[in-house]
């Protein structure tokens, strides 16, 4: 061996000891998987855009998830689309504050768009909200409409939703993490909704990096902002301990921001403002997808940074930053200590549609993604 290694030069040890390592890092023996191809690419589209046909066939699918039975079976869940509610609910330590909250929620758009056409005869797109053209004034939003439409705003005690096709709908998943039978409620506030503009958005647009665009588009944090996101007592209303139930009061449509008074205006977030401008269950960062809004909110969302990606696709395709789980408003390091995002994590989807790596979420027209927005 001394011998051998007197005639070698460093660069040759180098390449050995690379040859070496190689089978190490190959995939096991066997014929490899073949490389997954799209078929069709599935067209995304805005609501304000989709014909009342398109509107009813949506809203038929969303009701047949709701009266299909739970798959996965989780504790509480009885309906299919609790099933997507108590994915984000679970996971919502991981999926929000950090690096997997853009790809998450984009696979988890694509998981409620594949059930609704897999599982409940849909034939179009998940389509999305086009908040800005409703930005300050979201309670005279077409989304709310009470037949082709979403219902509108919540009342009594409860908040619940008065009017539309998920009225009398019962969730089982939420609020928060709790499992309580409630009904969908909601609490607009156009004020709150004026994060929606164009603006919000454009301000995220001009960051070039992953790492500090993401906790823009989630939270209007900007770099050099401390990373504690909006004013703590601006999320007074929603962070925990939930309410069992949604608060006896609350401010009405156009009020100014809960809290204190003390907010010059909701801090522009294209992320936030819809959650909040919304209000009740939307509002609840653990169970919001218990108003089918969501998943139009969320893709709103999933395209803002789809079009950001494209300002730099090549660069951008690969981009991932943050850690694995939230930083503040849960500022403690977790047991194994801060952990980066990698190209390479599993995006746990609990069956209900393969898991997907976040690799294979940067770029929605390949697949497993395989859609494209108008
Ligand atoms: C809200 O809509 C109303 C009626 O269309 C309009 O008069 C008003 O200017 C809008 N407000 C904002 C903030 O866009
Ligand atoms: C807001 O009001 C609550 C309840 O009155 C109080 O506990 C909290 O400290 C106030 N927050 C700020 C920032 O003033
Ligand atoms: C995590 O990412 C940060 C920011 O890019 C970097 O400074 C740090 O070295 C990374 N940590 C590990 C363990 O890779
Ligand atoms: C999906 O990912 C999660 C988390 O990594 C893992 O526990 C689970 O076994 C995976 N599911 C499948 C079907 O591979």
Request: charged share 20%; net charge negative; aromatic share 12%.
């Amino acid at each position: 061996m001394v011998g051998l290694s007197n005639l070698l030069t460093w660069g040759a040890i180098v390449s050995i000891v690379a040859a070496a390592a190689i089978p190490e890092a190959l995939p096991p023996k066997g014929p490899k998987p073949p490389k997954q191809k799209c078929g069709k690419i599935l067209k995304r589209k805005a609501w304000h855009k989709f014909s009342n046909k398109e509107k009813k066939a949506y809203i038929d699918a969303e009701l047949c998830l709701m009266a299909a039975p739970t798959k996965t079976n989780r504790p509480f869940a009885v309906s299919r689309f609790d099933d997507l509610i108590k994915l984000h609910q679970i996971l919502a330590d991981v999926v929000h504050g950090d690096g997997w909250f853009l790809p998450f929620h984009r696979l988890q758009m694509k998981a409620h768009e594949t059930l609704l056409r897999e599982e409940c005869g849909y034939k179009g797109t998940q389509p999305y909200w086009d908040e800005t053209i409703d930005a300050g004034n979201f309670s005279k939003s077409i989304v709310f409409d009470p037949v082709l439409g979403f219902g509108g705003d919540g009342s009594g005690p409860e908040y619940c939703i008065q009017d539309g096709p998920f009225a009398s709908y019962q969730l089982n998943t939420g609020p928060g993490y709790k499992n309580i039978p409630h009904c969908i409620w909601r609490q607009m506030n156009d004020f709150l909704s004026s994060g929606s503009s164009q603006a919000s958005i454009d301000r995220c647009m001009t960051l070039t990096t992953y790492a500090d665009a993401w906790p823009c588009f989630e939270n209007g944090i900007m770099p050099g902002d401390p990373k504690t996101g909006p004013p703590p007592q601006f999320f007074d209303s929603f962070f925990p301990p939930w309410p069992p139930l949604p608060p006896s009061a609350g401010p009405p449509v156009g009020a100014p921001a809960p809290g204190n008074g003390t907010l010059a205006g909701p801090p522009p977030s294209p992320h936030n403002a819809g959650h909040i401008g919304v209000g009740g269950e939307m509002a609840n960062p653990i169970s919001s997808p218990g108003d089918p809004l969501f998943y139009l909110h969320h893709t709103y969302l999933d395209r803002i940074w789809w079009q950001w990606q494209k300002k730099d696709l090549k660069k951008r395709l690969v981009d991932i930053a943050g850690y694995t789980s939230n930083f503040p408003p849960k500022p403690e390091e977790p047991g194994q200590g801060w952990v980066n995002a990698t190209l390479d994590d599993t995006l746990d989807m609990f069956g209900i549609i393969p898991n997907a790596t976040v690799r294979e979420v940067m770029d929605i027209r390949a697949w497993p993604l395989c859609f494209d927005y108008e």
